[in-house]
């Protein structure tokens, strides 16, 4: 078997995971199952953070639940939901880990709401802008599992040093 180096996962009857990549979406929601579902066949080991009690069905088998991000520096962390109460203070705590890569979902024609958020909390601007948004690539995504496919795409094109899109030719 030979790993896809594009998404962790060997050609065959049998996958190999790529073993240090974490995928973690905060607030539990349609769009962060799906996400997660899909990461764990790219070779993510799963992890959704919720610090209320909220639930979601269809996350997969395996999936680490959390309140809090973890300080785990193969992870890419993609908050689902920017209209959670919590938002400032996740992505603050989230900022003060070793986490590769921070993104959150959002309409890209609106001021994203973690910059007030965060600069409420004293999150210095520099902090602030570690926090890519928009996430993802621009199919026009709108059902959860299209949101999820435009969110892995661009999150696997930026660990594999790619700008992502289409290839010509």
Not at 54 to 68: M, W, Y
Not at 111 to 125: E, S
Request: charged share 20%.
């Amino acid at each position: 078997m030979t790993a896809d180096p594009n998404c962790g996962v060997a050609h065959g009857d049998a996958a190999d995971p790529v073993t240090d990549r974490v995928l973690v979406a905060v607030f539990a929601s349609p769009v962060a199952a799906a996400l997660l579902r899909l990461g764990a066949e790219c070779g993510y080991a799963p992890v959704l953070v919720e610090p209320g009690d909220r639930e979601v069905d269809g996350l997969p088998a395996g999936t680490t639940r959390l309140t809090a991000v973890p300080a785990e520096p193969h992870a890419d962390v993609v908050v689902c939901d920017h209209h959670r109460d919590e938002l400032g203070e996740v992505l603050r705590d989230a900022l003060a880990t070793s986490t590769r890569w921070i993104g959150l979902m959002g309409n890209p024609r609106h001021v994203g709401p973690h910059v007030a958020a965060l600069a409420a909390l004293g999150v210095p601007p520099a902090e602030v802008a570690r926090v890519h948004r928009p996430i993802g690539l621009d199919i026009g995504s709108r059902a959860p599992a299209e949101i999820a496919v435009s969110t892995l795409a661009g999150l696997l094109a930026d660990r594999n040093g790619r700008a992502g899109g289409f290839l010509d030719g």
